[in-house]
């Protein structure tokens, strides 16, 4: 098992940054795949952004090209999700999450979850 600890959410104008990290901790060695997720209310969990931990490819869905960034530390065995150009539509619980098998990233299947860290982007 991996336990996740995400970090760095908050309130935000919109037009504005955040980042937000997770941190993995346990049977790391086996990670294949880390992802970000979010949900709102009464809404299905949406994949956000997604890296590999051995060669570090990245997948974006298409909402959060171009502003959105994740990027991996194998040392630290974290991973960053930096947010730019944050919108109201933005806002939502993000959830880390990491995958043992090869599996497309943004499959929802995951492994392990974090708690979630919430996020308000205010207009």
């Known amino acids: 098992q991996v336990q996740l600890v995400e970090s760095g959410g908050g309130l935000v104008q919109a037009g504005g940054s955040l980042r937000l990290s997770c941190a993995a901790s346990g049977r790391t060695v086996s990670m294949y795949g880390t992802a970000w997720f979010r949900q709102v209310p009464g809404k299905e969990r949406d994949f956000v952004a997604g890296i590999t931990w051995n060669l570090g490819w990245t997948y974006y869905a298409d909402s959060v090209k171009g502003r959105f960034t994740v990027t991996r530390d194998t040392a630290n065995k974290t991973v960053a999700l930096q947010m730019n150009s944050l919108k109201p539509e933005d806002t939502a619980v993000y959830y880390c999450?990491?995958?043992?098998?090869?599996?497309?990233?943004?499959?929802?299947?995951?492994?392990?979850w974090g708690q979630g860290t919430l996020v308000t982007v205010s207009s």
């Open positions: 999450a990491v995958r043992f098998d090869s599996g497309h990233l943004n499959r929802p299947d995951y492994d392990s």
